[in-house]
């Protein structure tokens, strides 16, 4: 543990990527190998599931630091991180009496999960005060969720790459899908050739950079292909061997929460992967993504849900074709092999994201402006001539996505921010006009927002919400309304669950409309007008 | 919820009101018809210690210990002011006064007031670690305490002063191996001498900005610190490498430093317990030292004192007061304009 905590310390304390990757790399070179196999699993989001949930954790943390929960709580919120609290109040109060290794505390965690509570607390108060400060934070993180440690899964693969000497991309591969780290050896892991038993794994995900300049320095209109931005969930849909695998963008495997796709198996062939974006199709619509959301963690789909939310996916790229990797290959001749497939399978659960026609660059700056129409969030331009490569990579593909939908809303309330904010309000909440019974104007809260801003406009917009609270409820201050922002967001549908009625997606500051009165802010019914029917 | 239940002072003085009011010009005895730190000009203010937003300009008539006078002279020029001694006692109008050591910075100072056999205690900024460059807290027996408690968080515990300068040591010592300059970010005033007090000089040449040059050699006729040697336009770049530079957090990001590359660069505050303090993009690393109480610290203070009644003021003064009721003081915040823990922030995150 002393030696994970260390490097996990090292990862977190520096911004360098080159230092990142040394420390990692070192670290692959000399920790044993269940440690290596753990570390793997680790950094690629293959935790073991939760053995005690966070309610008990607070209160095992509180009780051993001799606090009340409350004044845990409290704390918990200006850190802003479960784990770092839980180890800044805990006090060490013992020596360990022999090192213990990051796998032993992984194999703890499983078989803690099936303990009764008086056990796992027996264990976790014992362990964290005898723990140091670091370490008792970095197996507090094993318990609670992943390390934001900036370390991506490319990175690790490249530290472990120098570390054992193998290509990059073929690593790539042999991290992706299905492995159980308690049970696979870092020899059959990273180190073993294999064959069979890799019908489910996908490939990695060719993701595309945002537009940087004008669409003519794209060169010519001829080298391009483009298509719609779907606003679904990317996903490799694969079938081998008779079986259907599911994977999103995330690396999970996600099979048994589509099982639409099982009624169509037969129709695809074996040897067959697809690229394409998941998407709720609702009486022949494409819903929103509010809709889809309704899907996403749901391990276990009702009928009734299948039935009021069917997914369907539309298909842009076709990266296995009879058991042939077909990466390699230019887009156009993939997307000529795609669209066969796609007929061939014959069923509306999988269709074919249509190309977008166009002529000159002009064309598409029309397509594009009338996207949401269409549902989508933007334009992808894809060079016909491009391989399908691993990873971001600026160049054959690009993004160029809708400006954000705006409009003008009051500061209502205000929250401290996390970590290095933890001193400024800096999490805020926006409200629009509306019309109540009587026909007064009043201020209702439609959307959290808390990025956008620059540090000196957080101080000044900080310093006003001080000295101008009406009202607190703990860490929440309600603010004379005031302030005008313009709140950008993506997209927008309708929900039962908001006190506006509308769900807003991903709502950001856009900017600090100091020319605005609040009388001039936009009115529910504006923001109403924007849902596209 | 932490509503801010006002729970009223039943202490009184003769005209019937309390021993020290806070009002908008600062801490105010209304007996004596004097200010403590006040943030607004005032006539006669008693000055706790030399940072900016206890000591501000414009006074008639400042007040403080003799070892904050040189202080405060370098930083607002030529200003009346009468320095004293720790325990030295001043009567007004029947008030008697006092200042007692804080330990926060040199020459700072908790204010004792008196008046009936009735006591008060201001804090001002403080913490109980011996830094080795201030003369050491001292616990003031009292009725009412008004204690800041910028750090009042049962997150915060402080390390010994000693681990964390071996860990700063030995930061520079890498840095050194690594043919860097290491430059460690501190305010001119207590973390910049309390640092270079405890730096192994036998590892190289210790550095300064002016901000801190000018301000350790004020305090030099007080207390024996290591050599330095000032930055200036005739400095190479050849000269600081390997060796450490101790620079203000606003001169971070600036043209000045620029020039020093290659550097690795490291702030010390108590904010740096935060991961998410350490790891904002602004410094390499982050080393948790501070001239304020931890929660422990802070807890051992008002015990010491045998105060019933505390006033919290700068800090997570509201927490840190429900705490306090919640085992059976009579604990409540008040709104002062001292912003010691965010000088510390801002300055570093410019
Ligand atoms: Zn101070
Ligand atoms: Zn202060």
Redesign the pocket.
């Known amino acids: 543990m002393k030696a994970f905590a260390a490097l996990i310390k090292q990862l977190d304390t520096t911004n360098k990527t080159t230092v990142k990757v040394r420390a990692l790399a070192e670290y692959f070179r000399s920790a044993s190998d269940t440690d290596k196999v753990w570390t793997i699993a680790l950094l690629s989001h293959r935790r073991p599931s939760r053995p005690v949930n966070t309610t008990l954790l607070r209160a095992y943390a509180a009780e051993l630091a001799q606090i009340d929960l409350w004044l845990f709580e409290d704390s918990y919120h200006i850190v802003g991180d479960l784990a770092e609290t839980i180890a800044l109040v805990v006090p060490q109060t013992a020596e360990k009496e022999k090192e213990r290794s990051l796998t032993d505390y992984l194999n703890d965690m499983i078989w803690l999960k099936k303990e009764e509570d008086s056990v796992k607390k027996e264990y976790l108060q014992r362990e964290w005060s005898i723990l140091p400060y670091y370490e008792r934070f970095v197996f507090t993180k094993l318990l609670t969720g992943g390390f934001r440690i900036g370390v991506s899964q490319k990175l690790m693969t490249r530290s472990l790459s120098m570390a054992t000497e193998i290509e990059e991309d073929i690593l790539a591969y042999k991290l992706m899908g299905n492995w159980k780290p308690q049970s696979i050896s870092f020899q059959e892991l990273v180190l073993d050739e294999r064959s069979g038993d890799q019908d489910s794994k996908p490939y990695p995900f060719y993701l595309a950079y945002a537009l940087e300049d004008e669409l003519p320095a794209l060169g010519t209109v001829d080298d391009w292909y483009a298509e719609h931005k779907w606003d679904g969930i990317r996903a490799q849909l694969i079938k081998r061997n008779g079986a259907i695998f599911i994977w999103t963008r995330g690396e999970e495997l996600v099979t048994d929460r589509y099982p639409e796709f099982d009624r169509i198996s037969t129709n695809i062939p074996d040897g067959t992967v697809f690229d394409g974006e998941l998407l709720p199709m609702i009486d022949g619509k494409i819903g929103t993504f509010n809709d889809l959301q309704k899907r996403i963690g749901r391990r276990t789909v009702s009928k009734a849900l299948l039935e009021k939310v069917p997914v369907i996916l539309r298909a842009y790229d076709l990266l296995e074709c009879e058991g042939d990797d077909l990466r390699a290959d230019a887009f156009m001749e993939r997307r000529i092999k795609l669209e066969a497939v796609v007929q061939r399978v014959d069923n509306p659960l999988i269709d074919i994201s249509p190309l977008v026609e166009f002529e000159e660059w002009e064309d598409l700056e029309k397509v594009r402006a009338k996207a949401r129409d269409m549902k989508s969030e933007g334009l992808m331009l894809k060079r016909k001539d491009a391989p399908y490569r691993i990873g971001r990579k600026k160049g054959d593909w690009w993004k160029w996505k809708l400006d954000p939908m705006c409009i003008d809303a009051v500061l209502t309330y205000a929250m401290r921010g996390h970590g290095r904010r933890s001193n400024l309000f800096t999490d805020y909440t926006f409200a629009l006009w509306r019309e109540n019974e009587s026909g007064e104007r009043e201020l209702v809260t439609f959307a959290k927002a808390y990025s956008g801003l620059t540090d000196k406009e957080f101080r000044a917009v900080d310093k006003f919400i001080k000295s101008n609270t009406i009202e607190r409820f703990g860490p929440v201050r309600s603010v004379v309304p005031e302030l005008v922002f313009e709140i950008g967001f993506e997209a927008i549908a309708p929900s039962s669950r908001h006190k506006s009625g509308i769900a807003t997606r991903f709502p950001r500051i856009l900017r600090w409309r100091q020319d605005k009165k609040i009388e001039e802010a936009n009115t529910l019914d504006d923001l109403k007008a924007m849902i596209i029917e | 919820m932490t509503g801010d239940t006002k729970l009223g002072f039943n202490i009184k003085t003769n005209k019937d009101q309390p021993l020290l009011v806070f009002n908008e010009r600062g801490i105010y005895c209304p007996q004596a018809d004097l200010y403590i730190d006040a943030w607004k000009p005032v006539n006669r203010c008693i000055i706790t ?1 030399g ?1 900016s937003d ?1 000591s501000k300009f414009g006074h008639k008539y400042y007040l403080t210990h003799h070892f904050n006078v040189p202080i405060i002279r370098h930083r607002l020029g030529n200003i009346a002011v009468k320095g004293i001694e720790w325990g030295e006692v001043f009567t007004v109008n029947g008030v008697q006064f006092s200042l007692h050591p804080a330990g ?2 040199i020459g700072s100072s908790q204010v004792r007031v008196e008046y009936k056999g009735e006591v008060w205690v201001f804090t001002g ?1 403080y913490k109980l670690q011996d830094d080795g460059v201030c003369q050491p807290w001292e616990p003031v027996k009292c009725h009412a305490l008004i204690t800041e408690c910028t750090f009042g968080l049962p997150a915060f515990n402080w390390r010994p002063q000693q681990e964390v300068m071996q860990d700063i040591n030995s930061w520079w010592a890498d840095n050194k191996t690594e043919e860097k300059t290491s430059v460690i970010f501190a305010y001119s005033l207590g973390k910049a001498q309390r640092i270079l007090k405890h730096l192994n000089v036998d590892q190289g040449k210790i550095y300064t900005h002016g901000a801190i040059e000018k301000m350790t050699e004020v305090l030099r006729s007080i207390v024996d610190f290591p050599p330095t040697e000032l930055i200036t336009r005739d400095t190479k770049k050849q000269d600081l490498l390997g060796n450490i530079v101790i620079a203000p957090p606003s001169a971070h990001g600036s043209s000045w430093i620029r020039k020093m590359v290659p550097f690795e660069t490291a702030s010390a505050s108590g904010w740096m317990a935060f991961r998410g303090a350490r790891r904002r993009r602004a410094v390499d690393r982050g080393f948790v030292l501070s ?1 304020h109480c931890d929660w422990q610290a802070l807890l051992k203070a008002i015990k010491s004192s045998g105060a019933e009644k505390v006033i919290c003021t700068h800090g997570y003064t509201d927490i840190f007061s429900k705490y306090l009721r919640s085992i059976g003081l009579d604990a409540r915040t008040e709104k002062t304009q001292y912003e ?1 823990e965010l000088l510390e922030v801002e300055k570093v995150e410019v």
């Open positions: 210690h940072h206890h926060h910075v900024d001239d010691g």
